[in-house]
């Protein structure tokens, strides 16, 4: 019999996120330590991001040719990503919930074989409210923390 295996496994999380609305540019990077697990068919990671506002609990959700992004503590929100069809979501905000919708245009995910490795790559479109936000374009790069 073998020990059984940890619930979930160290890794050190890169994240970079470019936002385009018209001809202005904007990008974010953000280095977190977090952690990895698959359950079903899903792979997930978990981190959090510090801001001025408090800490934000995110958690990514990914399947074949979706994803799911959950955060909650100072930023609560929900989009899916599906690239066959538009999804819904939610923001909350001080002035109430506000809807999103998310268009995606590519979402991609590439692990290192035999290794706690990959890349999480996503680009869409962002409506809020029904008014166009931006497009975005979002990398995770994730690796084990030894």
Same mark, same amino acid.
Request: glycine share 6%; aromatic share 8%; hydrophobic share 30%.
């Given at each position: 019999?073998?020990?059984?295996? @940890?619930?979930?496994?160290?890794? $050190?999380?890169? #994240? $970079?996120?470019?936002? +385009? ?6 990008? *974010? ?5 977090? &952690? ?7 792979? *997930?990671?978990? %981190? ?5 506002? !408090? +800490?934000?609990? /995110? ?5 074949? &040719?979706?994803?799911?992004? #959950? &955060? ?8 899916? *990503?599906?690239? #066959?069809?538009?999804? @819904? !979501? =939610? %923001?909350? =905000? ?9 268009? /995606?245009?590519?979402?991609?995910? +590439? ?6 490795? !990959?890349? *999480? @790559?996503?680009? %869409?479109?962002? @409506? ?10 979002? =990398?995770?790069? %994730?690796?084990?923390?030894?």
């Amino acid at each position: 019999m073998t020990a059984p295996k @940890n619930d979930f496994t160290p890794v $050190k999380i890169h #994240l $970079k996120t470019n936002i +385009t609305i018209g001809d202005e540019s904007d990008s *974010f990077e953000l280095v977190s330590f977090g &952690r990895y697990y698959e359950k079903g068919n899903a792979v *997930f990671l978990k %981190y959090d991001e510090v801001q001025e506002e !408090g +800490t934000t609990h /995110t958690i990514v959700k990914i399947t074949d &040719r979706q994803a799911l992004i #959950l &955060r909650s503590g100072a930023v609560k929100m929900r989009m899916a *990503f599906n690239e #066959l069809e538009e999804q @819904n !979501g =939610s %923001y909350e =905000s001080q002035l109430g919930t506000l809807m999103l919708t998310t268009k /995606t245009k590519n979402v991609s995910h +590439t692990q290192v074989d035999s290794k706690v490795e !990959g890349d *999480f @790559n996503l680009s %869409y479109e962002l @409506n809020m409210q029904g008014s166009p936000v931006g497009d975005y374009e979002m =990398s995770i790069n %994730y690796k084990e923390e030894v």
